[in-house]
C-alpha cells in the first residue's frame, strides 16, 4: 500500500518561503513521477510541478516559474516543493501525487496519477 504523507504548509507574508515534503510509504520514489498540486477553495485541481522519475528536466506551471523547485531526495524517500517569492495567489490546499506505473513521464492531469497525501495548507497573506 502506497501513502503519500504531505507537510511544511502553513502562513506566511507575501514574499516569504516554504518548503513542502512529501514523504511516501510502502514503495522508493526513484522509479515514478511525482506531481504537485493546489486546489483553491471552490476552484478545481490543478498542475503545480511534477518531477521526472529518472529526475532531470522538471515540469511546472507558468505561475510558479522561477519561484518554485521541485526536487528529490532518494535517502529519504521524501520529494520537496521549495516555494520562493510567495503570493497571495498562491493560498491553496497543495498535493503530492504520484502514479502507479513505473517509469511512466510526468504529466499534469490530475486524473494521471493514482496516489495522493492528505494535502497541506498554504495560506500567503498580503
Known amino acids: 500500500q502506497v501513502q503519500l504523507v504531505e507537510s511544511g504548509g502553513g502562513l506566511v507574508q507575501a514574499g516569504g518561503s516554504l518548503r513542502l515534503s512529501c514523504a511516501a510509504s510502502?514503495?522508493?520514489?526513484?522509479?515514478?513521477?511525482v506531481g504537485w498540486f493546489r486546489q483553491a477553495p471552490g476552484k478545481e485541481r490543478v498542475f503545480v510541478a511534477a518531477?521526472?522519475?529518472?529526475?532531470?528536466?522538471?515540469r511546472s506551471t507558468d505561475s510558479v516559474k522561477g519561484r518554485f523547485t521541485i526536487y528529490r531526495d532518494d535517502a529519504k524517500n521524501t520529494v520537496y516543493l521549495q516555494m520562493n517569492s510567495l503570493r497571495p495567489e498562491d493560498t491553496a490546499v497543495y498535493y503530492c501525487?504520484?502514479?502507479?506505473?513505473?517509469?511512466?513521464?510526468?504529466?499534469?492531469?490530475?486524473?494521471?496519477?493514482?496516489?495522493w497525501g492528505q494535502g497541506t495548507q498554504v495560506t500567503v497573506s498580503s
Open positions: 501525487a504520484t502514479k502507479r506505473r513505473s517509469y511512466s513521464g510526468p504529466t499534469y492531469s490530475p486524473n494521471d496519477y493514482d496516489y
Open positions: 518531477l521526472p522519475w529518472a529526475g532531470g528536466y522538471t
Open positions: 510502502g514503495r522508493t520514489f526513484d522509479n515514478y513521477s
